[in-house]
């Protein structure tokens, strides 16, 4: 499995930015895809996963109305649309591609995840 994040960049508070996962083989459609961040001299961060075998999408608190996860398994890419994005969002952000049970916790950990794609850097200024 690999992984390629892209859509990163320099944006204002109140911005929108919309990152992409693209996936070799058929992940998007075998695995959980999740979307991670993490900011400089803090630990990783789980943000937001989608999951077309499972039929559903989760989100950390931090980001529930303003992120939107989504993902074809057609193209084999998934996408984490960013908006009202704030200072704290600034973050190298990475996705991830694993295969635990949808009901457990490990789905939001980084536990969860087996491949691991390089990250894209958002910064957010204020």
């Known amino acids: 499995v690999q992984l390629q994040a892209s859509g990163g960049g320099l944006v204002q508070a109140g911005g929108s930015l919309r990152l992409s996962c693209a996936a070799s083989g058929r992940t998007v459609s075998n695995y959980h895809m999740g979307w991670f961040r993490q900011a400089p001299g803090k630990e990783r961060e789980f943000v937001a996963v989608f999951s077309s075998r499972a039929g559903g999408t989760r989100y950390a608190d931090s980001v529930k109305g303003r992120f939107t996860v989504s993902g074809s398994n057609l193209k084999n890419t998934v996408w984490l649309q960013m908006s009202s994005l704030k200072p704290e969002d600034t973050a190298v952000y990475y996705c991830?591609?694993?295969?635990?049970?949808?009901?457990?916790?490990?789905?939001?950990?980084?536990?969860?995840?087996?491949?691991w794609g390089q990250g894209t850097q958002v910064t957010v200024s204020s």
């Open positions: 991830a591609a694993g295969n635990r049970p949808w009901g457990d916790r490990s789905i939001v950990q980084n536990s969860g995840y087996t491949y």
